[in-house]
């Protein structure tokens, strides 16, 4: 026999395999979490970070530190001290979905690593969507009577996720 066919013979033990199904369903759930919430929270802290002045720019200071803390430190890092450090909420310390609590907490764990870690990156990628849009179309808007708000809404925005869906969809992949 093969070393490759003796490989995949192994997948014929249903613990194996079920092993690793296992571990493909945590892959896909972590993933789909952090890519939610990221774009999220992500979004909000790009918007905070381009656009607070005056009285609000505390926050944009805020905003800023949160990005340049979570980004420019590893991930490997955040997970490490999401699982030693982080608590697990109460109603996640009973089995669920055929997972045992321990699974559970370490589930959520993980997924808050991940959540702060690509926020800071998604917000990156969208200040930088948002920037790329010609200062220009803003004037526009507002010459043709819409507030900021609108202008954001219906002139800004649509422009900025063109340019931001390529490096979105790669920053999927990579968490993936």
């Known amino acids: 026999m093969s070393t490759v066919g003796a490989s995949f013979s192994m997948l014929e033990n249903q613990a194996i395999l079920q092993f690793i199904l296992k571990g493909l369903a945590f892959t896909l759930v972590i993933s789909l979490v952090a890519v939610v919430i990221g774009i999220l929270f992500g979004s909000i802290l790009a918007l905070v970070r ?37 608590p697990s909420p109460k109603f996640l310390s009973k089995p669920m979905f055929t997972l045992t609590s321990v699974e559970v907490g370490l589930l959520f764990k993980a997924c808050v690593a991940l959540v702060l870690f690509t926020s800071s990156v998604i917000a990156e990628i969208v200040r930088g969507g948002l920037m790329s849009v010609n200062p220009g179309q803003m004037e526009a808007g507002r ?8 202008t954001m809404r219906m002139i800004v925005i649509p422009q900025a996720i063109k340019n931001i869906l390529p490096a979105l969809g790669n920053e999927m992949i990579t968490l993936l």
């Open 143 to 150: 010459s043709l009577g819409l507030n900021y708000a609108q």
């Open 50 to 86: 381009n656009y607070c002045t005056g009285k609000t720019r505390v926050l944009k200071w805020l905003a800023t530190a949160y990005i340049e803390i979570f980004r420019n430190t590893p991930l490997l890092l955040w997970i490490f001290i999401c699982v030693v450090f982080c």
